[in-house]
């Protein structure tokens, strides 16, 4: 079986790893022993755990999970040269990790919440020669895409990493909305929960415009919420969410 080598002992190390645990050998690598030992239990497999501080990832493929801001220190703990790096720190481009960390190749990966219930939409990009293997990697973890460059992932982190929150928004006020009508709380958030799940599988099969197409019946009640939310410029203020975002993102 093929190793990958974890740099980092976090919740994104342990939704991967999850995925990964049974067509991969696990190393984890991180700067507490209890702390790997509190991640091996979770995993509920066997893994091989060593400390940072002079740990040599010669030739090795690395899935560094580790926060931005530790990447500088990190690879001042580490020696030899690694094979691959995928990364999947934040806004941290493949330029950064490569002056810092001795590898041949690099792959950033952007997952997102929904890792933890392998359900990520995760996209991918850099060095081409890794395209397969990272498409097979993270797809243990949910859906992938990769993308042509860096700012194309930017722009998708600015879609799919923030995207959670944006639809939170849409789902609590849409259960705020029925509560304001009378309903009672907890069989609004249940109603608006079954709604999610069903929507999550219809929208893979068919287009958002034949989805509302197919449920706007003329002059009926559908039509009439929907045009409130127009009213409310939805659209505009979810372009402009998505913008406003990969702005931030270019800032950091
Ligand atoms: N969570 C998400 O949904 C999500 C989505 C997309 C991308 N990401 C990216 O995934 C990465 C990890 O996120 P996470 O949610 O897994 O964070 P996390 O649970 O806080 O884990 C961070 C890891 O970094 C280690 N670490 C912190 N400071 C360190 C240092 N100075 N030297 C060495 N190791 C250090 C921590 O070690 P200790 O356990 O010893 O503190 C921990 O293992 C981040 O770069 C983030 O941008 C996360």
Not at 124 to 140: I, N, P, Y
């Amino acid at each position: 079986m093929k190793t990958i080598t974890f740099i980092g002992n976090g919740n994104m190390a342990l939704s991967i790893a999850k995925g990964l645990k049974h067509n991969y050998t696990i190393e984890v690598v991180g700067r507490d022993m209890q702390k790997l030992h509190e991640f091996e239990e979770k995993l509920g497999i066997e893994i091989r755990k060593y400390l940072l501080d002079g740990f040599d990832v010669e030739n090795k493929s690395i899935m560094l999970c580790v926060k931005p801001a530790n990447v500088a220190e990190v690879a001042t703990k580490l020696t030899g040269k690694a094979n691959i790096i995928y990364s999947v720190l934040a806004g941290t481009g493949i330029e950064k990790i490569a002056q810092h960390l001795r590898t041949n190749a690099v792959v950033r990966a952007m997952p997102n919440l929904a890792a933890s219930v392998a359900k990520s939409m995760t996209t991918l990009t850099g060095d081409a020669a890794f395209k397969e293997e990272a498409l097979e990697l993270f797809s243990a973890i949910g859906s992938t895409r990769w993308l042509g460059s860096e700012k194309e992932i930017d722009i998708a982190t600015a879609l799919a990493g923030s995207g959670p929150a944006y639809l939170a928004l849409v789902a609590e006020a849409l259960a705020d909305g029925a509560v304001k009508q009378g309903l009672k709380r907890d069989d609004a958030m249940a109603i608006m929960q079954g709604l999610f799940g069903g929507f999550g599988e219809l929208i893979q099969h068919i287009h958002p415009a034949l989805l509302k197409d197919g449920v706007m019946s003329p002059g009926g009640t559908t039509a009439a919420g929907y045009a409130a939310l127009e009213d409310g410029n939805v659209r505009s203020a979810c372009i402009n969410a998505v913008e406003s975002a990969y702005k931030k993102a270019k800032e950091l």
